[in-house]
């Protein structure tokens, strides 16, 4: 089974605080992702990997980062944090294009993080 | 612009009543339609994939099938432990196919 493992289950933070959320892969994935997920808007993607130093932006990138200097793992930085990042974190993983036509997102259990 | 919408938004069944969930999609060109199991607090756990108009694929008391333009969760005799929200998303061709667009979820409660 894959498994997806976030760092940490729940985190609160001061606003403008700097904010790491860390997420590993044991499948040898080459694609991870990270998303909010909030009440009323759904899933949304904030960044994707395709491979090791690559990065692509999502659909709200603004207020984040992310790192990916080794396959298996993929962080999100929070720079300066703000109340309106409140929100559920997801990190998820896939196969690659050149290995599956259409793989699955595999999520990790999820950063609660509220931001006071 | 590809989207996902889901209904009906909450469905509350007695234990042993089956139901179906609805999904419905528009997309460029579809690379696969997922459906994901949610619990509270939890990531959505990954149940089926399909992509090819007329497939179907079952797990235990669910069977998800697919048409053009949607797909159904069907739920047989559901149990308590089946309660939990249902995501449906498409992945589109475009963007490397790494487009996954999400709908909005079907919340089921199953009363014993």
């Known amino acids: 089974d894959v498994k997806v493992t976030q760092s940490s289950r729940y985190l609160v933070k001061r606003t403008g605080e700097k904010v790491f959320l860390e997420c590993v892969q044991d499948?040898?994935?080459?694609?991870m992702f990270w998303y909010r997920q909030d009440p009323g808007l759904g899933l949304r993607l904030i960044y994707f990997?395709?491979?090791?130093?690559?990065?692509e932006k999502g659909d709200i990138p603004e207020g984040y980062s992310v790192s990916r200097e080794k396959k298996e793992r993929f962080s999100l930085i929070l720079e300066s944090t703000s109340t309106n990042q409140t929100s559920m974190y997801l990190c998820a993983s896939s196969l690659g294009l050149n290995r599956s036509y259409n793989s699955p997102l595999h999520f990790g259990n999820g950063t609660r993080l509220t931001v006071t | 612009e590809d989207q996902v919408t889901q209904s009906p938004e909450a469905l509350r069944l007695q234990e042993g009543e089956s139901s179906s969930l609805n999904c419905s999609y528009t997309?460029?060109?579809?690379?696969?339609l997922f459906w994901y199991r949610q619990d509270p607090g939890k990531g959505p756990e990954f149940l089926f994939t399909l992509y090819s108009a007329g497939e179907e694929k079952e797990k235990e008391r669910l069977k998800a099938t697919l048409t053009k333009k949607e797909s159904f969760l069907h739920i047989t005799a559901p149990k308590p432990e089946d309660s939990a929200t249902y995501l449906c998303a498409v992945q589109a061709l475009i963007n490397y196919g790494q487009n996954f667009v999400f709908g909005p979820g079907t919340r089921l409660s199953v009363l014993p």
């Open positions: 997309v460029s060109g579809l690379r696969g």
């Open positions: 990997s395709y491979d090791v130093k690559m990065k």
């Open positions: 499948m040898d994935h080459e694609n």
